[in-house]
């Protein structure tokens, strides 16, 4: 028997050994690829996620302000709507193109619950800015924003695969008359 004859056994074992570890090692790669490229996109999505509700939540706060000032509302802090509008078109400029990016890689039941809380925040707005005077009327926008706030997040962390948040709904105490006399 040759020499080579004698050897082919262990050379079959070798390139046998080394087709196993390049499979091995694609294969490893590509698991690995696909899990960073999902760990980014999640990542992307929830800066877009984010974004969107700081400028959802900027719009309300300004609002809450202007109601103050109507009377509305119990913000310490009230605005006049004069003062408020570029505050309001601020937040609006910057929501728009958030909303798109929140469009784009958002989750279909992510972008319907943001519809649904930007909506209640427009209504707000059209509220204070028809200069309304009615604290019954604006508790119930308050009320459809804060369900908005909370589908809306509840959402994000269903489609991100986080487990449940906070509602972010904090009794505040009652406003005492007599401390604006001290």
Same mark, same amino acid.
């Given at each position: /028997? ?35 490229? @999902? ?13 969107? !509700?700081?400028?959802? =939540? =900027? ?7 202007? !109601? !103050?000032?109507?009377?509305? $509302?119990?913000?310490? $802090? %009230?605005? %006049?709507?004069?003062?408020? =509008?570029?505050?309001? #078109?601020? @937040? ?6 958030? *909303? &798109? ?11 319907? =619950? @943001?519809?649904?809380?930007?909506? #209640?925040? /427009? &209504? /707000? ?5 028809? +200069? ?7 508790? #119930? ?6 369900? +908005? ?11 991100? *695969?986080?487990?449940? *948040?906070?509602?972010?709904?904090? %009794? ?11």
């Amino acid at each position: /028997m040759s020499v080579f004859i004698q050897q082919l056994p262990a050379l079959i074992g070798v390139v046998i050994g080394a087709l196993g570890s390049y499979v091995a090692v694609v294969r490893g790669d590509r698991v690995r690829f696909r899990r960073e490229q @999902a760990a980014r996109w999640e990542e992307r999505r929830l800066a877009v996620y984010a974004d969107y !509700a700081q400028w959802v =939540k =900027k719009t309300v706060t300004v609002t809450y302000r202007v !109601a !103050a000032e109507l009377g509305n $509302d119990p913000h310490p $802090d %009230p605005l %006049p709507l004069e003062e408020a =509008k570029p505050l309001l #078109a601020e @937040a609006t400029t910057r929501r728009d193109p958030s *909303g &798109e990016s929140l469009i784009m890689l958002g989750s279909p039941g992510v972008v319907d =619950k @943001a519809r649904t809380w930007v909506v #209640a925040a /427009m &209504e /707000m707005e059209r509220f204070v800015r028809e +200069g309304r005077r009615d604290p019954a009327a604006w508790q #119930a926008l308050l009320e459809r924003q804060r369900a +908005g706030r909370e589908g809306y997040y509840s959402a994000v962390r269903e489609d991100l *695969g986080l487990p449940p *948040g906070h509602s972010a709904r904090w %009794p505040l105490p009652a406003a005492d008359p007599g401390s604006a006399q001290r």
